[in-house]
């Protein structure tokens, strides 16, 4: 934390502290129109040549848009675009180097619906050779927040951002008509709270077993659901599906 630092409050426990002192607070990059191509274009023939991951790893990178966050919060680039990158190879590198996504940032979404979204291995291609790795990069919608491990860790930060309390107070910072924005700089200024990190580790590992569970339970059901219909014969289902005005000749 750097020693000009503008802590509100601090305990032996905790400690309050704006997002600009502990965390860089960076926006994304907005490649241009011209360059997107669709995830479609990768393994199909483009001018007799093949396009594999690998022939597209030097020159383009992936671009993670506002929706390409599941449910839980993780990025999910699956159906992420391509952008495909200068042909100067210091500008391309430059790209590359000051926007590359890493495992130690949060997304938030500064446009539209509110967002926040956490990379894992998955997000990352850590599941594919580095040979294939394409770089992934996010758009100028999104901030992106690096906190400093020794101060906060990504998972909690994240954890704090989806947080009810949170969101209310960064919604509040919101302004334009049309289509409203969270100001970069207002953001900054965000104070949060950055507990002791024996605390954080045990917030964030609570949070995760909850997650486990409720996606357990989903399933639970649904898999209940389906055996339940299995059970129920077809005339009975379609039976069922009739409304007492329609059943009315039957009485």
């Given at each position: 934390?750097?020693?000009?630092?503008?802590?509100?409050?601090?305990?032996g426990?905790?400690?309050?502290?704006?997002?600009?002192?502990?965390?860089?607070?960076?926006?994304?990059?907005?490649?241009?129109?011209a360059?997107?191509?669709?995830?479609?274009?990768?393994?199909?023939?483009?001018?007799?040549?093949?396009?594999?991951?690998?022939?597209?790893?030097?020159?383009?990178?992936?671009?993670?848009?506002?929706?390409?966050?599941?449910?839980?919060?993780?990025?999910?680039?699956?159906?992420?675009?391509?952008?495909q990158?200068?042909?100067?190879?210091?500008?391309?590198?430059?790209?590359?180097?000051?926007?590359?996504?890493?495992?130690?940032?949060?997304?938030?979404?500064?446009?539209?619906?509110?967002?926040?979204?956490?990379?894992?291995?998955?997000?990352?291609?850590?599941?594919?050779?580095?040979?294939?790795?394409?770089?992934?990069?996010?758009?100028?919608?999104?901030?992106?927040?690096?906190?400093?491990?020794?101060?906060?860790?990504?998972?909690?930060?994240?954890?704090?951002?989806?947080?009810?309390?949170?969101?209310?107070?960064?919604?509040?910072?919101?302004?334009?008509?049309?289509?409203?924005?969270?100001?970069?700089?207002?953001?900054?200024?965000?104070?949060?709270?950055?507990?002791?990190?024996?605390?954080q580790?045990?917030?964030?590992?609570?949070?995760?077993?909850?997650?486990?569970?409720?996606?357990?339970?989903r399933?639970?059901?649904?898999?209940?659901?389906?055996?339940?219909a299995?059970?129920?014969?077809?005339?009975?289902?379609?039976?069922?599906?009739?409304?007492?005005?329609?059943?009315?000749?039957?009485?």
């Open positions: 934390m750097s020693a000009d630092t503008h802590s509100i409050y601090s305990t426990y905790y400690e309050v502290h704006p997002l600009h002192d502990f965390a860089k607070v960076r926006l994304g990059w907005t490649p241009p129109p360059s997107i191509i669709e995830r479609a274009a990768i393994g199909h023939t483009a001018g007799g040549t093949t396009r594999t991951p690998k022939d597209l790893r030097p020159r383009f990178v992936q671009v993670v848009r506002a929706t390409d966050v599941d449910a839980r919060g993780y990025v999910d680039c699956t159906q992420a675009p391509l952008a990158l200068p042909e100067n190879p210091a500008a391309s590198e430059a790209i590359v180097t000051e926007h590359s996504l890493t495992p130690n940032s949060v997304l938030l979404c500064l446009r539209g619906v509110y967002r926040v979204g956490l990379l894992n291995e998955h997000s990352l291609g850590s599941h594919t050779p580095h040979a294939f790795r394409i770089p992934l990069v996010a758009t100028s919608t999104w901030a992106v927040i690096t906190p400093d491990p020794q101060v906060m860790s990504v998972q909690y930060l994240a954890w704090d951002l989806m947080r009810k309390h949170t969101r209310l107070r960064i919604e509040h910072m919101r302004t334009g008509t049309s289509v409203s924005f969270i100001p970069v700089l207002d953001l900054k200024r965000l104070t949060l709270v950055i507990p002791h990190r024996t605390l580790d045990a917030i964030t590992n609570a949070s995760r077993l909850v997650d486990e569970v409720e996606s357990l339970e399933h639970r059901i649904e898999t209940l659901r389906s055996s339940l299995a059970l129920i014969p077809s005339p009975c289902r379609n039976r069922s599906q009739h409304s007492p005005k329609n059943n009315e000749h039957l009485r």
